[in-house]
């Protein structure tokens, strides 16, 4: 008897839990005798509810990735936006160890997108703790507080230049508007409120593309785990 996928359509053999083109987890029939009566026919899924996630193993594993993921992510290190795909690695890494630990043969892409929320929680929030810290160390602590408003005021003036340069073309009425909005714009960013505010701004926005990206993962482990774990006798 040939079946079909759901999902794709593509022809599926019986033996098959899963399907051979896209990877969905299959129905298998199967056909019993009764003592008495004719054959009974009953579907039964080939796992159980995929899309509930046991958090206690969910949350080791998050932490076991989320921790490094965090650190890797911070302020401290080198690595700068290549963080952001160690992230995804880690969430979708965090997935592929619940799945390993629980002996499923998957779990829905939802399932992991959620696992990956949590390791994406646990690294921005230790991304955000660490990188305000290493600020408030430099500046309270180490007493390098004139060496961190000279780098900011470099950062300002070369911002500004940039955009001196990119409204180079306009008018000479409209040159002068722009040049007193830029002398605002400037003197905001150089003031204690505007360089904190920016601050804190990059950090929450460095925060939630960590999460962005953990969810992402997330789900691709799951969505691979689905393809390449097969149910344990």
Not at 40 to 50: I, K, M
Request: charged share 10%.
């Amino acid at each position: 008897m040939e079946i079909t996928c759901n999902r794709c359509h593509q022809a599926v053999r019986v033996e098959d839990c899963y399907c051979p083109s896209c990877g969905l987890p299959q129905l298998f029939y199967s056909a019993e005798e009764f003592a008495g009566q004719g054959q009974a026919q009953r579907w039964s899924e080939a796992v159980g509810d995929a899309s509930t996630v046991a958090w206690k193993p969910a949350l080791r594993a998050a932490l076991m990735l989320g921790v490094p993921a965090g650190l890797l992510c911070s302020g401290l290190s080198p690595v700068g936006l290549f963080g952001l795909f160690w992230m995804a690695a880690a969430a979708a890494w965090a997935v592929a160890i619940y799945v390993r630990s629980q002996r499923a043969p998957w779990i829905t892409i939802g399932a992991g997108a959620r696992i990956g929320l949590v390791t994406g929680i646990l690294a921005a929030w230790l991304a955000f703790s660490v990188s305000g810290s290493a600020l408030f160390a430099r500046r309270f602590i180490l007493h390098q507080s004139s060496q961190m408003d000279a780098e900011w005021k470099t950062n300002v003036e070369a911002s500004q230049l940039m955009a001196q340069q990119w409204a180079a073309g306009a008018g000479a009425a409209d040159q002068a508007q722009l040049q007193a909005a830029r002398a605002q714009v400037q003197a905001w960013m150089l003031s204690p409120w505007g360089h904190a505010g920016i601050e804190v701004f990059s950090l929450v926005g460095s925060s939630l593309f960590l999460l962005f990206f953990a969810v992402g993962g997330g789900a691709l482990g799951a969505r691979l785990m689905a393809r390449t774990r097969r149910p344990e006798a």
